[in-house]
């Protein structure tokens, strides 16, 4: 193919994405406001969003006019078709595997959950990723699904799709999961660490809504952050960066199986707060959280989490954090303490306000947290439809 017309073909691809993803953050969105919003011209969104109608990707809502943009003509509002676009998503979290099919307006088609038996190593994982994700495959059209995404605990090179290493996980080290789905289905694959994969299912599904710098904290059995930053993920040179779980805590704290000292995770994460309240049950925490917010015990938890936090905001400038897994249950008293004590602390106080929320979506986030890594890919102009 000449350059030029690569180059056009990416452009276009580029500008599909984008125009997508504005229908997908934003509503009722005309083909008018959309060259406003994608600052392209009006040529340049019909073209593309025509080739999008004719192939059923959008549809335009009839029942929707916006407002007459020249006399006698109504603009339409112009909507994602349910069930069109398709993503495999594969979540790795500490305790399950999750394999869901889900589409791009964000619903689950079908869930697929496993707890992890004692015994599990990197080749019966593996071996129930394939079985499961072929599955899987049986479920949509072949053209429909646009690739498979992994979340997966731990260190994970996206450059190699390989998850690099893992502390307290089954041992599971260099082990190239997005090349082995690749290689089997031949599917587009990408492989990103949990934290980063929930902050992108978080954008485009859950709580940010309109916010396009906020950072996800996930607090479960381990403690991780998806930042997103002026509405793109940050994913370091490698995709090794928001491991805010291992930034230290406390210098001579307890030893980490990072090999470092004084975690955050080792007491932010869900294992480590039930194990500081002598409780059994993250449940009773949360309970606890709303009916004693103020225990002792409790607040030393607070303390820790805003000392956390209150570095985050100071590194990443955010307009938000939002608290997503497990941590997602905390009591709205919890969140009130959470969103003084940072907003006393940040260093730029005097002229800024940061959010604390909770996640909008921490029952369905391991469902869509792989799919999202491939529509983040979707928007970004790597697919071509
Ligand atoms: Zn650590």
Known sequence: MPKTAKNL???????????LKALL????????????????TPMSISYITNDLLEKGIITENQ??????????RRALALEIVPRRLLAIGVSISRRHLRIALSDLCGEPIRLISHRHSPDLTKETLTDMILEEVEDLLKLAPREHILGIGVSCIGLVDIREKTVVATTDFFGIQNWPIGKILQDRFNLTCYVVEDMK?????????????ALNDFIYLGVTYGL?????????????????????????????????????????EMYLSVGAI???????????FADLCRKSPRDPAVQAILRDLATLLVNIVNCYDTEAVIIGHEGALLSEEIFTQLNEEVNRRIMARAVKKVEILPSAISEKIHALNGAAVIFSRLFGGEFKL
């Open 224 to 264: 991780g952050a998806g930042i997103i930053s002026n509405s793109k993920l940050l994913e370091g040179n490698r995709g090794f960066c928001g491991e805010v779980g291992h930034t230290t805590l406390y210098h001579d704290g307890k030893n980490c199986g990072c090999g470092n000292r004084g975690c955050a």
């Open 274 to 284: 039930l194990e500081r309240m002598g409780l059994e049950d993250w449940q009773d």
């Open 197 to 209: 994969a929930a902050g992108l299912a978080e954008y485009y599904y859950g709580a940010a809504g």
């Open 63 to 72: 029942e929707k006019p916006i407002k007459k943009d020249s006399p006698g």
């Open 25 to 40: 953050l934003g509503k009722e969105i005309s083909k008018q406001e959309l060259a406003g919003r994608l600052n392209l």
């Open 9 to 19: 073909t990416y452009l276009r691809a580029q500008n599909q994405g984008a125009i």
